[in-house]
């Protein structure tokens, strides 16, 4: 089984009534400042989306156990809205997603950040996919377009989405689980496409990658694993020495695992104490992140004993309410601008709301996660609906013990700029 990593981006624009420090990696000052600023950005939505996450399941009678979010999938959707975005609106939106670079510096970053992290070589094959789906009558700004076009390799595709929402619902749904290997499916869940929906912007990366050096299926035993609860269930460990990047810390150990090709890794980040994980998530911050990331990178081999759990897991939450909270509000309500996209003077009357003006409605975040003995397989997708405003060795030490037998945290990220691609949480490996 290969590592099938493929978060996606949907962000649905619609009318409705109703200061970095630089990272120690050998790439520009620009790309140094998109990294570090999805590594903060990372680290708070992760935060914001596991606790409306939380709250969502509360509110069924159910808790939260195992949680992902994809940093920089959803980062290139929410850029793509930026590019549109003026005023406070785009101010609020820059302070949030942590962008310090001028807009014309900041999306030709963006965007060669993200197709740089493409590859096809190896046994790895990561891809990455735009497009903005637009309502037929709909006049799009010339520049804004050019930019989906040229930078972010996004062309526009002309849908009927006032006149059949159902069916372009469904051919938008289509496009994403084609970029995504069926992993991510309905991402634009039915009601999504409102009749004043007016462009869908989408984002996908596929990833396809297995271990650089894979674990046995027959060193994989049932073991103990205790849960966030203090519980214990009996999971399924696998189990290996190897030679891998070690940190150690006073609060927490991490071990970096290489894929095929070691262009990407999944760092896992296990707390010294069973019930650790809450006060490491509340110390992260996207500094630390990056900090602790290069260190393992710059870090020398270690010979580790090796247990980490299979598992599979999904998780979905909307992060429309996360974001206002995180300080993007202008967005979500009636004095949005997203002026440069569609400009409220140039298009035609709307049925909706004249002038036609946008703002965003929803952000939908979808993950599947996937862990074996070949490697990890994982998907994450998000929607963010907008709506009109109204008005071993010989000789060798003994290996160091990690054993992943209870909650920790998992980071998948690039090994050349430190690129988080997915930001998440294991607390019951058999859920």
Not at 242 to 247: S, V, W
Not at 333 to 359: E, H, Q
């Amino acid at each position: 089984m290969s590592i099938k990593s493929t978060p996606a981006c949907a962000l649905a624009l619609a009318l409705s009534a109703c200061a970095t420090s630089p990272l120690p990696y050998n790439t520009p000052l620009e790309t140094q400042s998109i990294v570090s600023g999805n590594s903060e950005f990372g680290v708070n939505i992760y935060r914001a989306g596991l606790e409306a996450a939380e709250q969502e399941a509360a509110k069924a009678g159910k808790t939260v156990t195992n949680f992902a979010v994809s940093p920089a999938s959803i980062s290139a959707a929410l850029a793509m809205t930026y590019a549109g975005a003026r005023g406070e609106t785009e101010a609020e939106m820059a302070n949030v997603l942590n962008f310090d670079l001028p807009p014309e510096t900041l999306h030709a970053s963006m965007a060669s950040v993200l197709f740089g992290l493409q590859t096809d070589a190896d046994g790895q094959t990561l891809k990455i996919n735009n497009r903005v789906f637009v309502d037929k009558p709909v006049i799009v700004e010339n520049a804004f377009e050019s930019q989906m076009k040229n930078i972010y390799k996004a062309p526009l595709e002309r849908l009927d989405l006032r006149g059949e929402p159902e069916k372009s619902r469904q051919h938008i749904n289509a496009w994403v689980e084609d970029k995504t290997e069926d992993r991510i499916q309905n991402l634009i869940p039915t009601g999504g496409i409102k009749p004043c929906t007016r462009m869908v912007l989408v984002n996908t990366v596929y990833l396809d990658a297995n271990w650089a050096t894979p674990f046995s299926a027959r060193s994989t035993r049932d073991a103990t694993f205790t849960t966030a609860e203090g519980s214990e269930v009996i999971a399924q460990l696998m189990s290996m020495d190897i030679r891998a990047k070690y940190l150690k810390t006073s609060e927490f150990q991490a071990v970096q695992l290489p894929y095929k090709g070691n262009r990407l890794s999944m760092v896992v980040l296990l707390p010294d104490s069973e019930r650790g994980l809450p006060r490491l998530e509340r110390q992260l911050n996207g500094e630390k992140l990056d900090r602790w990331l290069a260190q393992l990178s710059q870090g020398e081999n270690s010979l580790v004993d090796l247990k980490l759990p299979k598992l599979e897991f999904d998780a979905s939450v909307a992060l429309g309410g996360s974001l206002a909270v995180l300080g993007m509000p202008l967005a979500f309500s009636n004095g949005a601008n997203f002026d440069g996209i569609a400009s409220p003077t140039d298009n035609p009357v709307d049925p909706c709301f004249t002038p036609m003006r946008l703002k965003l409605d929803e952000v939908d975040h979808k993950v599947f996660v996937k862990i074996d003995e070949d490697g990890t397989e994982a998907a994450a997708a998000t929607a963010a609906r907008m709506t009109v405003t109204v008005s071993a060795q010989v000789n060798a030490p003994l290996p160091i013990r990690f054993h992943a037998d209870h909650p920790f945290l998992f980071v998948i990220k690039d090994n050349e700029t430190g690129m988080v691609v997915f930001l998440g949480r294991v607390t019951d490996p058999t859920t």
